[in-house]
């Protein structure tokens, strides 16, 4: 399955979503960061008795089924998870040199494939505030492009690619060339290595709850994410506007995110 956008429109192999709908050209997406999490410390104090990261995915993928017949088109997952309600956990994907670990992949490799199998696309984030201080939390060029290449080799088409989480996040401040990469200048030029990477791949960011977005990021990518949170009972709604790079038109991404999948 193909996802892409035209005009305001999402669609999977060239078919608008929610057809006739009110929702139609949307793409109603749940987040599910922690769905691949890991945390490869010698001892995790913070979780109690042991957690079992392989058991954890297989759960998840146990209810995609139930997601695709309640109209959920997409999930996002990620190369370094979210908040896991702890702080200090080493969750990454990528090894010291920016490529990736094959554990952890079998995992995201199991997600996506098991999203397609059901119809589902996903939306691959890249960086996450809270990994910084060890030595794999890498906010470079070189793990964008590993990332990006894995997923073309792989053939997977329904998967885009988000280069990171509110990137302007001051967590990132501890990384190796963490001002840049919290940057404007900076998220536009690693969109710029994904599109390189992977050209025929949609490619964006995401910046801080305040809903607002800079003009060059927006730019760049296929289209833009500005996080708008609203706590309800239950999980975190958040809206999320979505634009073409050449369309002053806006489509909208929906997300619910569950409280556990930061």
């Known amino acids: 399955m193909k996802v892409s956008i035209e005009g305001t429109n999402w669609l999977f192999d060239g078919n608008v979503l929610y057809p006739g709908s009110p929702a139609e050209g949307l ?3 749940v987040r599910m960061v922690n769905s691949v999490f890991e945390d490869d410390r010698e001892t995790v104090p913070e979780i109690p008795g042991r957690f079992e990261s392989d058991a954890n995915t297989d759960r998840f993928i146990s209810r995609i089924p139930d ?10 997952i990620s190369l370094q998870g979210g908040a896991p309600n702890y702080e200090g956990a080493v969750n990454s994907a990528f090894n010291v040199d920016g490529t990736l670990r094959g554990g952890y992949l079998a995992r ?4 996506i494939e098991a999203a397609d199998t059901n119809g ?20 470079d060029r070189a793990s964008i492009r590993n990332a990006v290449e894995y997923v073309c080799s792989q053939g997977y088409e329904h998967v885009a690619i988000k280069i990171a989480d509110e990137f302007a996040h001051g967590g990132y401040e501890n990384r190796p060339e963490g001002k840049w990469l919290r940057s404007p200048e900076g998220q536009v030029e690693l969109i710029g290595v994904a599109k390189e990477a992977g050209p025929d791949l949609l490619v964006t960011t995401s910046g801080m709850g305040s ?5 060059p990021v927006a730019e760049a990518g296929d289209f833009t994410i500005s996080w708008l949170e609203q706590d309800g009972d239950l999980c975190t709604v958040r ?11 806006r489509t909208t991404i929906r997300t619910f995110t569950e409280r556990s999948g930061g």
């Open 67 to 76: 997601y695709a017949a309640h109209g959920i088109e997409a999930f996002t």
């Open 27 to 29: 793409l109603t997406n």
């Open 108 to 111: 995201v490799a199991r997600v």
């Open 239 to 249: 809206r999320i506007n979505t634009r073409r790079s050449n369309s002053t038109a």
């Open 211 to 215: 809903g607002t977005t800079f003009d």
């Open 120 to 139: 589902c696309a996903i939306v691959l984030s890249c960086f996450y505030q809270r990994q910084h201080s060890h030595v794999r939390a890498l906010g």
